[in-house]
T-cell receptor
C-alpha cells in the first residue's frame, strides 16, 4: 500500500488550460502539504493543511487553489496554466505540523506546460 | 532568506565515507535538523533527525556541534545506490509563519562511482 499517492504522475498540457492533481494519504496524518520542485531541485512549500484547514499559503499565484475534502485528501487545482508552472509537484503528509515531524512524500506529478 | 546552505554536489567512490555539511547559522532553540534523500523520479524520504551531539541509525550518522550552527550527515561505505540528492531541513514542531522552515534548499547531489 502506497502511503502517499498522487495522480497523475505525468501531465502534459497547453498554456491557458486548467488542470488538477490529486493526493491521498493512508497514514492517518493530520497535516498535508503541496511542494513545487523546479529544475534546479529547489523544493518549495506551497500550501499546508491541518485537519482540512489551510494553515500555510505561501507566495503562490491565485491560479493555484488547494482543496481538502477530508484529512486524507489534498488536491491541487491550477487555472490558466503558464510555462513557468512546469515543474514537479509533490504532495506530503506528516503527523504533526512543522519541520520537526517526519514528512512522507508522494512520488511526484511532473507537469509540463507547452 | 536562505535558511540552510549545502554544497551543490559531491563525488565519491564505492566503499568510501561521504560527509555532507549543512550550514544553518540562524538555527533557533526549538529547531531540529532533519536530512532527506531523494532518488530520481521519487519523492524525498526521511533519513535521520537530530537536535544535538550525534545520532546514528542503520543508514547514516548525524553530527551536530555544540553551537548547532552546522550539521554533518555521514554516509558510511557508500554504494552506487546511494547516488541521490540529499537535503537538510531545519525547523521546529508546530506552525511557523516563516515559510522557509518548511522549504528545502537545492540539496547536495551525491554521485557515487564504481
Amino acid at each position: 500500500d502506497t502511503a502517499v499517492s498522487q495522480t497523475p504522475k505525468y501531465l502534459v498540457t497547453q498554456m491557458g488550460n486548467d488542470k488538477s492533481i490529486k493526493c491521498e494519504q493512508n497514514l492517518g496524518h493530520d497535516t498535508m502539504y503541496w511542494y513545487k520542485q523546479d529544475s534546479k531541485k529547489f523544493l518549495k512549500i506551497m500550501f499546508s493543511y491541518n485537519n482540512k484547514e489551510l494553515i500555510i499559503n505561501e507566495t503562490v499565484p491565485n491560479r493555484f487553489s488547494p482543496k481538502s475534502p477530508d484529512k486524507a485528501h489534498l488536491n491541487l487545482h491550477i487555472n490558466s496554466l503558464e510555462l513557468g508552472d512546469s515543474a514537479v509537484y509533490f504532495c506530503a503528509s506528516s503527523q504533526d505540523i512543522g519541520a520537526a515531524g517526519e514528512l512522507f512524500f508522494g512520488e511526484g506529478s511532473r507537469l509540463t506546460v507547452l | 532568506l536562505a535558511k540552510t546552505t549545502q554544497p551543490i554536489s559531491m563525488d565519491s567512490y564505492e566503499g568510501q565515507e561521504v560527509n555532507i555539511t549543512c550550514s544553518h547559522n540562524n538555527i533557533a532553540t526549538n529547531d531540529y535538523i532533519t536530512w532527506y534523500q531523494q532518488f530520481p523520479s521519487q519523492g524525498p524520504r526521511f533519513i535521520i533527525q537530530g537536535y544535538k551531539t550525534k545520532v546514528t541509525n542503520e543508514v547514516a550518522s548525524l553530527f551536530i556541534p555544540a553551537d548547532r550552527k552546522s550539521s554533518t550527515l555521514s554516509l558510511p561505505r557508500v554504494s552506487l545506490s546511494d547516488t541521490a540528492v540529499y537535503y537538510c531541513l531545519v525547523g521546529a514542531a508546530g506552525f511557523d509563519s516563516n515559510d522557509y522552515k518548511l522549504s528545502f534548499g537545492a540539496g547536495t547531489t551525491v554521485t557515487v562511482r564504481a
